[in-house]
């Protein structure tokens, strides 16, 4: 099991940026998948960012291609997703999730282990 926190969400306006991290104890940490996933109000939960237990796999929607950019450090078992050019079409509550996939799984259903979720709001 993997246990997960986020942090850095908060407000921010359009075009500025926002660093979320999703820090993780757990023995395993180094061995799972990680997505960012996200959920505004109405809409379903999607996946925006994964990268694969090393580092060297990626993946991102074509909402955020370019703007957001996501990573790990196995040493201090955190992840990060760096967020640039925000738009207010962000702004969702943002949660960080741990698979033992060895890809990068696509649906939620692949991934076990769930912070608590983190808000990043953008203003117009």
């Known amino acids: 099991q993997v246990q997960l926190v986020e942090s850095g969400g908060g407000l921010a306006q359009a075009g500025g940026s926002l660093r979320l991290s999703c820090a993780a104890s757990g023995r395993f940490f180094s061995s799972y998948a990680m997505g960012w996933f996200r959920q505004a109000p109405g809409k379903e939960r999607e996946l925006v960012a994964g990268?694969?237990?090393?580092?060297?796999?990626?993946y991102y929607s074509d909402s955020v291609q370019g703007r957001f950019t996501i990573s790990r450090d196995n040493a201090k078992n955190t992840v990060y997703l760096q967020m640039n050019s925000l738009k207010p079409e962000d702004t969702a509550v943002y949660y960080c999730a741990a698979s033992p996939s060895i890809y990068i799984p696509r649906s939620g259903d692949r991934y076990n282990n769930w912070g608590q979720g983190t808000q990043v709001t953008v203003s117009s």
């Open positions: 990268i694969g237990w090393s580092g060297v796999d990626t």
